[in-house]
């Protein structure tokens, strides 16, 4: 089946500092690919749509300075989130559709783990 | 906006028994997908069901479909401890990303 990685899985910075998260498809191509969001027991949010060679669309209330989305291929989205603060602790996770597949279903990577002391 | 509302918020049954989550949508689908999160992990696709289908089955899984309603029902049959997760409904409204509903968390006790 489709898999989608993402990098790291889980990390820790100090407050200020920019964290990048990488999400990968491995075995497909996905022009489309998602960035979510969520609390500790709460459902996901989506933060982002992310578009191969496109600028991303972002959903109301998430601020695109801080939150930058680059899809420079195919196979790779990257999320940094700029200046972290404490309140940017969170799980983020991203997913792709697969271009050549089943389109109405996204593959969901492992999720990050963000700490921002 | 979340669209998606799962009854119950959390489920606790033996092993063995059966478990039904419900869903409830506000506005047109598409198309609606469940999806289980194992704790701290990414989440793993269960089954799709179209706004023309009614039932889907897959394994010891049964989706319902009812659009008059805008609801949708999950129900595992037989659960394992291995079946304890949160569960979310993610409903697709054509054209439009997903929108996913707060989730259900089950335990299944052994």
């Known amino acids: 089946g489709a898999v989608v990685s993402q990098h790291p899985s889980r990390v820790i910075c100090k407050s200020g500092t920019s964290v990048k998260i990488e999400c990968r498809s491995l075995d497909f191509q996905a022009t489309t690919m998602f960035w979510y969001r969520q609390f500790p027991k709460q459902s996901l949010m989506l933060m982002a749509t992310?578009?191969?060679?496109?600028?991303?669309?972002?959903e109301q209330g998430v601020e695109k300075d801080k939150f930058l989305i680059n899809h420079a291929s195919l196979t790779l989205s990257t999320l940094t989130v700029t200046s972290a603060h404490p309140e940017d602790s969170s799980f983020y996770i991203c997913s792709a559709r697969d271009l050549a597949g089943y389109q109405e279903t996204q593959y969901f990577g492992p999720g990050t783990r963000l700490l921002v002391l | 906006s979340q669209q998606g509302e799962e009854d119950p918020q959390a489920l606790s049954i033996q092993e063995g028994e059966n478990a039904t989550m419900n869903c409830s949508y506000k506005t047109s689908i598409n198309n609606l997908q469940w999806y289980r999160q194992n704790s701290g992990r990414g989440l793993v696709h269960l089954i799709l069901?179209?706004?023309?289908?009614r039932e889907k089955h897959s394994g010891r899984l049964r989706v319902t479909l009812d659009t008059s309603k805008k609801s949708s029902s999950l129900l595992i049959t037989a659960s394992r401890a291995a079946d304890t997760a949160s569960y979310f409904c993610?409903?697709?409204?054509?054209?439009?990303?997903?929108?996913f509903g707060p989730g259900t968390r089950l335990s299944v006790l052994p």
């Open positions: 069901i179209r706004s023309n289908e």
């Open positions: 993610a409903t697709e409204n054509y054209g439009q990303n997903f929108v």
């Open positions: 992310s578009n191969e060679g496109s600028k991303a669309t972002y």
